[in-house]
């Protein structure tokens, strides 16, 4: 981990030497982005949402999850107002009488930053994070996505090797860039982020479907990553061209985070198939999720 952040708070703004080691290694790791009360705050603010939703029909939509032992989708409860919805961990079936039992199985959340006064602030008026934020994109900047990561106790499934805009779609593929924010302590033995240092300057690597879109065999060497354990609150920033994966929950502790991307106001969202002609590999070939062909998905 570059000597550049390592061990240093989380700043409001960036300077020139972190702006350069953004450049060449294409992350930067703070700590204490947020403060304990902004971590508490957070934390309860994901559990309130899997507890609004969790079989209340009148919030949200539940679909179990598949029967087909082949796949990989969770169970979800999807908000019947907003963007929201909830995954659990491919093969856990809830139990509207096992509430805590059924947090702790949460995979992730998706589209969240509207569901607690927290989660808006961080995405939209924070000053460290998005002090950040704006020192490496502009002034004139927009929230793309918003992911809560979870990993359960002993057993939180593995995010395999993938670069990020692997899954997007817009015109300028530099113009984004990843938020990943711990609300626990994420170590080793509990999944935290691993990065291959310098990986965006490849440019955009062919994706496949197995269990997961993930980078094809070959195009990276997985032992060469950098583990980034962080400190509750502490924050990773990084590229999205950045290859990075997070390795299975093999510890009795839950692992939370919150992952917000962002983009540049004139990085227009553009169609799958315009896509095609901009993350692609060296010789032409379209290279992103989209354009992959599902084996297993």
Request: aromatic content about 8%; overall charge negative.
């Amino acid at each position: 981990m570059s000597l550049i952040t390592s061990h240093l708070d989380c700043p409001t703004s960036l300077s020139d030497d972190q702006l350069a080691a953004f450049k060449e290694d294409g992350y930067l790791v703070f700590e204490n982005a947020l403060s304990p009360e902004e971590i508490a705050e957070a934390r309860q603010g994901l559990s309130d949402i899997v507890r609004s939703f969790a079989f209340n029909e009148e919030v949200a939509e539940y679909k179990p999850r598949s029967s087909d032992s082949s796949s990989h989708s969770g169970a979800t409860f999807r908000s019947k107002s907003s963007e929201c919805f909830v995954q659990l961990e491919p093969g856990y079936d809830p139990d509207p009488n096992k509430l805590d039992e059924l947090e702790l199985a949460v995979r992730k959340t998706m589209s969240f930053e509207n569901e607690a006064a927290i989660f808006k602030s961080i995405c939209s008026s924070h000053p460290r994070i998005q002090g950040v934020v704006k020192s490496l994109l502009g002034l004139s900047v927009e929230l793309y996505q918003s992911m809560a990561l979870v990993k359960p106790p002993t057993g939180g499934v593995e995010k395999p090797w993938h670069q990020d805009n692997a899954y997007f779609a817009i015109e300028d593929m530099n113009k984004v860039l990843g938020t990943w924010i711990a609300l626990d302590d994420a170590t080793v033995s509990n999944g935290c982020m691993h990065v291959l240092e310098g990986g965006h300057l490849l440019g955009p690597l062919r994706h496949h479907h197995t269990f997961d879109c993930e980078i094809v065999p070959g195009r990276i060497d997985p032992a060469s990553a950098t583990p980034i354990e962080l400190k509750a609150g502490g924050i990773l920033i990084f590229h999205g061209n950045l290859p990075h994966q997070t390795p299975a929950n093999s510890s009795p502790n839950r692992r939370r985070a919150l992952q917000y991307h962002y983009r540049t106001s004139d990085n227009s969202i553009i169609s799958k198939d315009e896509y095609f002609g901009i993350f692609k590999e060296s010789d032409g070939t379209p290279a992103s999720c989209s354009a992959a062909v599902p084996e297993n998905f």
